[in-house]
């Protein structure tokens, strides 16, 4: 999955391994890039930061750094929204608690599905 703001590869989802019944998957996040405020209305979300250093939002809560080693926990139906503030690349590993909330990012404006096997190109802002 790609979008404006960076990419997704899903590792174990329910659609691609048979009896999962969660979700985990790699984030990259581009430098100065960031998703919108969104919400998983039926699953938990575990973030952890594996590389880059971010800003993170988690419901009403003040905005909060995030750093390679942090791990980030969203209950379901809670607003929260993830922007890199690093000059490198923000890489994050996601899981959802139960799996299947990947498939709402089908329906976002931005997004961009490859097939097995391509690799997301980034062009750099002008």
Known sequence: ????????????????INGASSTLGEVVINPNKGHDRHDHPDSDEILYVVDGEGRQTVGDSDEFAIKAGDAVWIPRGTLHSTYNTGWRPLRLVATYTP????????????????????????????
């Open 99 to 126: 799996g299947g909330a990947e498939a709402a990012l089908r329906g976002l404006p931005d997004f961009v599905e490859l097939a097995p096997g391509e690799f997301p190109t980034w062009a750099q802002d002008s």
């Open 1 to 16: 999955m790609v979008f404006d703001w960076g990419s997704i590869k899903w590792l174990v989802t329910p659609d691609i």
